[in-house]
């Protein structure tokens, strides 16, 4: 049965988030003095740079004093914006905190609800670029301690404007605009940093989003989504709709004015594993407006763009398996990819280090795709891996791929899961492409169904060739999912592309894959070129 998307919601969507009387308003800093746009040679014409429609003489960047009880929200219940739960449909009732449990935290657990010490410290100050540096440095410090990767991180007086000059050099080669977002989660509220390829950085802190109803929201959202039994209902729209108004609405009017349609996204522990492709303003998914990449930090990013649409594909795979669920899907996966791209594929018994390692050696992959159970665990590195046919890949040990000689543009894992909210399990997930050496790494928060997998899979090749980044081309693919361009029919599968008739033992009942359950959780990391 289809999933159901209920008539959209109508949420006001102004820079300045609608509260109640006792809530300050939002605060706006916009500090450093505009630096002229570079004019693309080639790239379509983007909106003009726009001051925001917010007065900054207007507003007072408050101090907060040191936190005094860092982390816990055990004892607190999230409460939906009543103008939300309100409008939905009869049948649709959100999850209400009188009849839920409070969420189970342990401050002292893996489940961290930000940083150690908090980063209070960072917003101390007035200057918002040194507050950016302080928030790569922090960045780049937690990934290279759990994963050994450095970054070259510019001098603090210059940073922001190299970090500027690269997004126009990109726009130049792409056509596309894009924007870095920082969403940092503090004790007391939530912190939006945006640093456009033009202007100044922009700032807005959201008192209403402190960490007892934060965290709470985005385990509640990653439950409803990501529970196959809920497939057919709109139940996670009330909470994707909150924590779009708190992380994306008040920078809506920027990202307009500014023509931004790509975020490079850093974001707290505990959020990294948010599917925020399924943010809702009511009227459409985040994804059905802007494309994204999940990044740890700019600076380690890898920023040098060259066009996939050419490029050569290693498909190998495993489908069957003694202690997990096996796979039956990847047969047809391997083979559709190889014939639309014209490369080699490794099935079960031939899908071996030995094998990934030769191939890629003699023959340069730039698209190294590996349909296999892969999973990102809590504790080392060491536990999360890539399933082989005679061993397990681990992360701690990609680097010795030497993906970088010869480069691999992107690495698609299509049957991987995290542990949702575990901070090093989110680690292990974000930093897949800089471990691995890959420019860009495409995956899943969670495991989806064999018919979801094959669907989006095969939509995103069907894309990759026309779109100029694959950020655009995963949108592009989550986008015919949403409308139902994608879905299991009569024994076939129907994409964009053409339809492919599936073999007997994985044909399942007609399906469409609208649900955010089948698309939201695919994510792309590091560069979103």
Not at 72 to 94: E, F, K, M, N, W
Request: aromatic content about 8%.
């Amino acid at each position: 049965t289809p999933a159901v998307i209920p008539t959209p919601i109508a949420i006001p969507t102004p820079a300045v988030i609608p509260t109640p009387a006792v809530t300050p308003p939002l605060e706006l800093v916009s500090e450093l003095p505009p630096i002229a746009p570079a004019t693309p040679a080639t790239a379509p014409a983007t909106p003009a740079p726009q001051p925001s429609t917010l007065n900054p003489e207007d507003f007072q960047r408050r101090r907060i004093p040191p936190l005094e009880d860092p982390g816990g929200v055990a004892d607190r219940i999230l409460t939906i914006d009543g103008s939300i739960t309100s409008q939905l449909p009869a049948g649709i009732a959100a999850s209400s905190a009188a009849s839920t449990q409070p969420p189970t935290v342990n401050p002292s657990s893996n489940f961290v609800l930000g940083y150690v010490p908090p980063p209070d410290r960072l917003f101390e100050g007035s200057d918002i670029q040194t507050t950016v540096w302080g928030i790569e440095q922090i960045r780049n410090q937690e990934f290279g301690e759990y994963l050994g990767v450095k970054a070259n991180l510019p001098d603090e007086k210059v940073m922001i404007a190299t970090f500027q000059q690269t997004l126009r050099n990109i726009e130049q080669q792409t056509g596309k605009r894009s924007g870095i977002i920082y969403i940092i989660s503090r004790e007391n509220r939530l912190e939006l940093i945006l640093v456009p390829p033009v202007g100044g950085p922009i700032h807005y802190s959201v008192p209403e989003a402190n960490r007892t109803v934060l965290f709470p929201a985005v385990k509640q959202l990653r439950d409803e989504i990501a529970n196959p039994a809920r497939r057919g209902t709109a139940t996670y729209l009330p909470a994707a709709q909150q924590l779009h108004k708190w992380a994306i609405a008040p920078l809506e009017k920027d990202l307009q004015n500014l023509g931004i349609k790509t975020l490079l996204l850093s974001v707290d522990p505990g959020l990294r594993s948010l599917p925020f492709a399924a943010l809702h303003d009511g009227k459409g998914f985040l994804i059905e407006k802007y494309s994204f990449s999940l990044i740890p930090s700019f600076s380690l990013t890898d920023s040098d763009y060259k066009a996939v649409r050419d490029a050569t594909v290693l498909a190998m795979g495993r489908s069957e398996f003694v202690d997990k669920k096996p796979l039956p899907s990847v047969p047809v996966e391997l083979q559709a990819i190889s014939a639309q791209w014209r490369g080699p594929s490794f099935l079960n018994s031939t899908f071996t280090i030995d094998n990934l390692n030769s191939e890629h050696a003699k023959g340069g992959f730039r698209i190294v795709h590996l349909a296999t159970h892969a999973e990102f665990q809590p504790g080392k590195p060491s536990n999360s891996y890539i399933q082989m046919w005679n061993s397990q890949l681990k992360l701690d040990r990609m680097e010795s791929l030497n993906w970088r000689n010869p480069q691999v543009d992107l690495l698609v894992l299509s049957a991987c899961r995290t542990a949702l909210g575990d901070r090093e399990a989110e680690l292990g997930f974000g930093g897949l492409a800089v471990k691995s050496g890959a420019k860009s790494a495409l995956g899943s928060l969670w495991y989806v169904d064999d018919g979801g997998t094959l669907g989006l899979m095969s939509e995103f090749y069907n894309q990759l060739r026309e779109s100029a980044t694959k950020a655009e081309t995963l949108q592009l693919a989550q986008q015919a999912m949403i409308s139902g361009k994608v879905r299991l029919e009569n024994g076939q599968l129907v994409t964009t592309g053409g339809k492919l008739n599936l073999p007997a033992n994985i044909q399942q009942q007609n399906q469409d894959f609208s649900h955010p359950y089948y698309w939201s959780s695919f994510t792309l990391i590091g560069s979103p070129w």
